[in-house]
């Protein structure tokens, strides 16, 4: 059957988690400068298609393309590894140092593709900066800006809204993740992964890697956005909350309920 169920789904992806904790940095490395360029492209499909008018729900329903070529290139994304990892873990086949190794490697992977589809994303529609990029432009500083300084406004409370809102995001993202595993043929996974990936673009929850793109590129276009509000109005709760969804809601939760018995 094409159908892998929920035991045997756990079981494939231990072995995964396995393989991804043994992977050599150049690997490491090169997986996750693509996977966090092709959610670049992804994120900025979603900026062209709200620039044309149509409903943000239009963008959120083709933004899976990105994960769904990532994933199936076996590429590495740290957000997804945040849930994998863990498993792994407890089920004792990773270690504690392989997952940390991982998880830097394919999060500085990852941040260096973003950026540098960033770079040349603004360069395209900028004709290399001698123009002001219209409305796509516009859209990624008010993204930014939303993901920045509206949380620095409210202090503390848009520290812990950025917490709660990346444990959201990354709890959908890996189910999506593990969604992977729950069919043998192309066609199926892709269908499996691409129902929750859409659930938390909806909902405009906050994607450590997606934001890898979203902000420095908002800079580029001119948001006032500094590099130090960047990281700790954004991308530092928000990995953290990242972490927490991925590891505790999904990774650890599906392993403790379905874990192997022998």
């Known amino acids: 059957m094409d159908y892998v169920k929920p035991n045997e789904l756990i079981a494939d992806s231990l072995q995964a988690a396995e393989k991804k904790a043994c992977l050599p940095v150049r690997d490491l490395l090169i997986r996750g400068f693509l996977a966090g360029s092709f959610l670049g492209y992804a994120t900025s499909l979603t900026i062209i298609i709200r620039a044309q008018g149509l409903p943000p729900f239009v963008g959120a329903a083709v933004f899976p393309v990105g994960f ?4 199936l290139l076996g590429l590495e994304l740290a957000t997804g590894n945040f849930a994998l990892l863990p498993k ?3 089920d004792g086949r990773v270690k504690w140092s392989q997952l940390w190794r991982n998880w830097c ?10 950026v540098f589809y ?3 994303f603004f360069l395209s529609i900028t004709s290399f900066g001698t123009e002001d990029g219209g409305t796509s432009a516009e859209l990624v500083r008010q993204i930014a800006e939303k993901k920045t300084l509206s949380y620095e406004a409210i202090g503390a409370n848009g520290w812990g809204t950025a917490v709660v809102k990346a444990i959201l995001a990354n709890w959908m993202v890996t189910v999506g993740t593990m969604m992977a595993f729950v069919s043998r043929s192309t066609i199926g996974k892709i269908a499996a992964m ?3 990936i859409t659930i938390f673009f909806a909902h405009g929850y906050e994607h450590s890697i997606v934001n890898m793109f979203l902000i420095p590129t908002g800079i580029l276009f001119g948001s006032p956005i500094s590099i130090s509000e960047w990281w700790w109005w954004n991308q530092i709760p928000v990995t953290l ?9 999904t990774g650890i939760a599906l392993f403790f309920t379905y874990k192997p018995t022998s």
């Open 68 to 71: 769904v070529l990532l994933v």
């Open 88 to 90: 792994g873990i407890a």
């Open 105 to 114: 490697w394919v999060y500085l992977a990852n941040l260096i593709g973003s």
């Open 118 to 120: 960033g770079i040349l």
């Open 194 to 196: 691409w129902l929750p």
């Open 241 to 249: 909350g990242n972490i927490l969804g991925g590891a505790v809601f």
